[in-house]
């Protein structure tokens, strides 16, 4: 588990391709690896991953086919800036919100404009996505803790201030950047919980249908 509060941002060293999937260096950047041993979990844009090796001032890892075709990870080329956390410990402040390091989707940036000190982004999320994210709830953008401003169908808005686009690599997000997404886990679990004992049907889905005859909707 991690808290979408970025740690360091550093650089991706070296790729290897191994038959389908990849073997990746990471250069740690400001990221202290003095407690980190190989087993241990850091998310890399916001993708959970085990540290394989660790060498003078980054770590290899592991990555899938699935996790390559599931997030942006597989757009990354050596020189690539990362964003990085470790796992966080009983003892972590949770300053951002409770994120799984499992990405949801495949996001995309529309549009980047300034609102006074801070930038004002728009993104698009994949439409399943879309009933998961609520004005002020939380998202995570490349493992990035963001506040929700405004929610337009598959459409939101987010507004970074000058102290996260200097530590995570927002500041490098342009219009038609691929972001990863993951939604609030709290969400996640309301879906399945108000399905009930439906839950465990095949292709269940928590439908205007079901919502209206459950009488969360008028019909």
């Known amino acids: 588990m991690f808290t979408g509060l970025i740690e360091a941002v550093g650089e991706v060293a070296a790729l290897e391709p191994r038959g389908g999937d990849l073997r990746m260096r990471v250069a740690a950047g400001g990221l202290d690896l003095s407690d980190v041993a190989p087993g241990d979990s850091i998310a890399v844009n916001g993708v959970c991953l085990t540290v394989t090796a660790l060498h003078e001032g980054g770590f290899w ?34 300053g951002g919100h409770l994120v799984s390091g499992h990405v949801d989707g495949v996001g995309e940036v529309l549009e980047r404009r300034p609102e006074a000190r801070s930038v004002r982004f728009r993104l698009r999320v994949p439409d399943p996505l879309a009933r998961y994210l609520a004005p002020k709830g939380s998202v995570a953008v490349d493992g990035t803790s963001l506040t929700v401003n405004t929610v337009d169908g598959a459409v939101f808005e987010v507004n970074i201030i000058p102290h996260t686009m200097a530590s995570t690599i927002i500041g490098n997000y342009v219009p038609g950047t691929r972001v990863n997404i993951e939604v609030d886990l709290v969400a996640r679990y309301l879906e399945r919980l108000l399905l009930g004992d439906r839950a465990g049907e095949p292709g269940s889905t928590l439908d205007r249908a079901f919502l209206a005859r459950h009488g969360f909707l008028a019909l």
Request: a neutral charge.
């Open 61 to 94: 890892m592991d990555v899938s086919g699935e996790t390559l075709a599931k997030t942006t990870l597989g757009d990354l080329g050596p020189g690539a800036r990362v964003n990085l956390e470790k796992a966080l410990l009983p003892t972590t402040r949770l």
